[in-house]
């Protein structure tokens, strides 16, 4: 389709086919997850905000993660809590989280958990990092933990990072370059 602004012509046929595509992702995740248990999706922890000044602050439900982790084949560790809460390492110790995702919106990096340098807070018994299960979002055209037009491709990237095995057939490296060349006309290298 077509809208008009001015007189200037913007197609939106290409908004309509990153939204169709986003919907299959969502389908073809879903899928793949259909027969995983409860008991069997890990549990997961987003690190929305973390530094020094601020702290620590996750995401309940009623907030993005939410989404996220459930269609990704997760459990939300904070979700009796709404929307993007700040907590502190006696609620972590708490949940134990499998695995945790840091925001783009916040400057930590897996280093700092793994190598436990973040000032004031112990993260060396938590799963996720004993597991080295602590992963950040990616950055494309946007941050990817808010909804964005790389949506589909954070699904895809969080199902298979939480269910590597069901995800074994997709090689995430080339899903990215060909969704940057069809979508945007960008080739990556």
Do not use: C
Not at 37 to 44: F, G, I, L, M, S
Not at 57 to 73: D, H, K, L, M, P
Not at 113 to 123: E, G, K, M
Not at 146 to 156: E, G, I, K, Q
């Amino acid at each position: 389709g077509q809208v008009f602004v001015g007189v200037r012509r913007i197609d939106t046929s290409r908004a309509a086919e990153i939204v169709q595509y986003g919907r299959d992702v969502e389908s073809l995740v879903k899928d793949r997850l259909a027969d995983v248990a409860q008991e069997d999706k890990p549990r997961v922890m987003i690190a929305y905000y973390y530094d020094d000044a601020g702290g620590l602050r996750t995401s309940g439900s009623n907030f993005f993660g939410q989404y996220w982790i459930e269609v990704a084949g997760g459990v939300n560790v904070a979700q009796e809590l709404s929307g993007s809460p700040n907590v502190n390492m006696e609620q972590v110790y708490q949940w134990n989280p499998d695995v945790i995702f840091i925001t783009n919106f916040s400057p930590r990096l897996p280093e700092d958990f793994y190598n436990n340098t973040i000032t004031a807070d112990d993260w060396s018994s938590v799963q996720a990092v004993k597991s080295g299960q602590v992963y950040k979002f990616p950055l494309g055209m946007y941050r990817w933990f808010p909804p964005s037009s790389d949506t589909p491709l954070a699904v895809l990237w969080m199902g298979k990072t939480l269910h590597p095995q069901l995800f074994a057939d997709i090689d995430l490296d080339h899903v990215v370059r060909d969704y940057f060349q069809r979508f945007y006309g960008v080739s990556l290298t």
